[in-house]
């Protein structure tokens, strides 16, 4: 392993039935600075990012996170690592206070109720903890999952589509949040967005993929260069069309 590497991927495979999701993936993330993964829909993204969590068992194929082996390690990551995703839903009738609070005691978080406070204030929360989660609009929860996934101050933050459904105002704080979360603690974040405004602002190294596979990576002015285009989306809208580089 190394210590350059906060993530590393080799040879990784998932099958569903006949139906090869990632096929034959290999990638390295580095320490202490935001990689996007990138692809269009169908890309494999997901069932990466899930892989990487340990909710989904690869096929085949080797994942190191933070020094560890995921398959073999995974009770040594878990604490070490979180997910936002405002797919994904919290239990409704809990509010959000009583949500933070039941992933705090997960990760034995001390002075609980003082994190939550702290996340609530940073990501305008702090008038709503007394609301149920199903009551909250989608903006309101896409930052509950943002709160819920920074609560253990993790090294490694796995980020899926981490604004939607935020205005442009808020989406911009969250981002000026999250930067200087990461100047603070050193954090490695490993984002998956379309957004690719976004992205060109967080994202140091940039993963694009197709069909499952990693079929171009590079810094944003280094794939922009190489395509010939001006911006991200540009160079996306290229690799979905299977456009080679000028």
Same mark, same amino acid.
């Given at each position: ?37 990138l692809g ?122 981490? %604004?939607?459904?935020? +205005?442009?105002?808020? /989406?911009?704080?969250? #981002?000026?949040? @999250? $930067?200087?979360?990461?100047? =603070? ?25 197709r069909k499952?596979?990693?079929?171009? %990576?590079?810094?944003? +002015?280094?794939?922009? /260069?190489?395509?010939? #285009?001006?911006? @991200? $989306?540009?160079?996306?809208? =290229? ?8």
């Amino acid at each position: 392993m190394s210590q350059e590497f906060v993530i590393e991927v080799d040879g990784l495979y998932k099958y569903f039935d006949q139906f090869c999701a990632v096929e034959n993936l290999s990638l390295r993330a580095r320490r202490g600075v935001t990689t996007a993964l990138l692809g269009g829909n169908g890309a494999g993204k997901t069932t990466t990012i899930a892989m990487l969590l340990g909710l989904l068992t690869p096929t085949q194929g080797h994942i190191r996170i933070l020094g560890e082996d995921m398959l073999q390690h995974r009770h040594r990551l878990l604490h070490r690592m979180n997910f936002s995703s405002p797919y994904v839903d919290l239990p409704q009738r809990l509010t959000i206070r009583e949500n933070l609070t039941v992933y705090g005691h997960l990760y034995r978080l001390p002075r609980l109720k003082s994190r939550i406070d702290e996340l609530a204030g940073a990501l305008h929360l702090d008038t709503l903890l007394n609301k149920r989660y199903g009551q909250l609009s989608a903006g309101q929860k896409t930052r509950v999952s943002l709160a819920k996934s920074l609560l253990n101050e993790p090294e490694l933050l796995l980020m899926d589509e981490p %604004t939607a459904s935020l +205005d442009p105002d808020t /989406a911009d704080s969250i #981002r000026s949040y @999250l $930067e200087q979360y990461q100047r =603070d603690t050193g954090a490695s974040i490993l984002l998956a967005s379309h957004n690719m405004a976004e992205v060109e602002r967080m994202a140091t190294d940039v993963i694009m993929m197709r069909k499952g596979q990693v079929v171009d %990576t590079g810094t944003p +002015d280094e794939l922009q /260069a190489r395509y010939g #285009r001006n911006n @991200l $989306e540009e160079v996306f809208i =290229d690799i979905a069309r299977h456009k080679e580089p000028a």
